[in-house]
């Protein structure tokens, strides 16, 4: 096929963005980056341009693949081919060679998020050894889902550092969050985003102002579990902002949708699956 690897960083990062959105562009969610999306992803997510690689045919860009790394686990933040060279075989034999340059820098492991419904990309994930960890949702509860605001008598939530909550996501969190709620990515979350605590559970939000509110984690400390307090802490922080709506980005593990049903949510259409593959 006459295929060769760059790296993005030396590909350029204008032309990174480029070549992501001609890959993107019939995606099945609309995608559009810009050169600011890709550096938050790199501040945000961790990702790793000089691993990141483009991949060319015959000297043309055909595809890319954004890389994450942190410590012994990679994660494939982005993987595009343009709709021309599609079907040749570009997507597979990229794939491979990004988890052999895994494999190369002593890497354990390798995850990813694949749109449930994209069955090419699924089937080509499967075929490289990715096995599906769990079913990550989306959910919206509409305003005014949970009522009018508490009582004033009722204990106020206080505001915290999001690098605190981070802290606990870290410690007492599940072991095998989806990259973008792990610790790791809390930690680098800062205004306008919030976060707040009421007896031992923890909440984190974006921007409490915005039209949407996005809940970034919910966590409740291993002591104060089993008495509803993740519950009351969700609900009484959406009850003070009873006009917005609320939303739950398509990262949430599905074992934990319940707790966002039963304040008022529901689930969108939308949902990924979360995998992964050991590489030895």
């Known amino acids: 096929m006459n ?17 992501l959105n001609m890959g993107f562009s019939d995606y099945i969610v609309p995608i559009v980056l810009d050169l600011g999306a890709l550096l938050h992803m790199v ?24 890389i ?12 595009a081919v343009v709709p021309e060279a599609r079907r040749a075989g570009v997507g597979g034999w990229l794939m491979s060679q990004v988890l052999d340059q895994a494999r190369g820098r002593s ?14 990309a699924v089937a080509l994930y499967t075929s490289r050894g990715f096995q599906i960890v769990r079913r990550l949702v989306s959910l919206t509860a509409k305003p005014g889902a949970v ?20 802290r606990w996501v870290s410690a007492y969190g599940l072991p095998d969050l989806p990259w973008q709620i792990s610790g790791e990515s809390l930690a680098h979350l800062g205004p306008p985003n919030v976060a707040y605590h009421l007896d031992g559970a923890y909440i984190a939000l974006s ?16 002591q104060a579990r089993g008495q509803g307090r993740a519950l009351q802490l969700l609900r009484t922080t959406m009850a003070r902002h009873p006009h917005k709506t609320w939303r739950v980005p398509p990262y ?6 319940g707790l966002f049903e039963r304040a008022g949510f529901e689930r969108d259409s939308l949902s990924q699956l979360q995998m992964g593959v050991a590489l030895g």
């Open 252 to 257: 949430c593990p599905e074992e934990l949708g």
């Open 107 to 120: 890497d354990r492991a390798m995850v990813l998020e694949a749109i449930e419904g994209n069955e090419p």
């Open 68 to 79: 994450a790394r942190r410590g012994w686990t990679s994660r494939l933040a982005a993987m």
């Open 3 to 19: 295929l060769e690897l760059q790296s993005a960083l030396d590909y350029g990062l204008e032309s990174t963005v480029e070549l």
């Open 147 to 166: 009522g009018t605001a508490p009582p004033a008598t009722e204990v106020l939530a206080s505001q915290v550092d999001v690098r605190e909550m981070a």
């Open 207 to 222: 921007d409490p102002e915005a039209e949407q509110i996005a809940i970034r984690s919910l966590l409740v400390l291993p």
């Open 43 to 66: 501040a945000q997510d961790s990702v790793d341009l000089s691993s990141s690689q483009v991949v060319l045919r015959a000297g043309q860009a055909v595809g890319v693949a954004l």
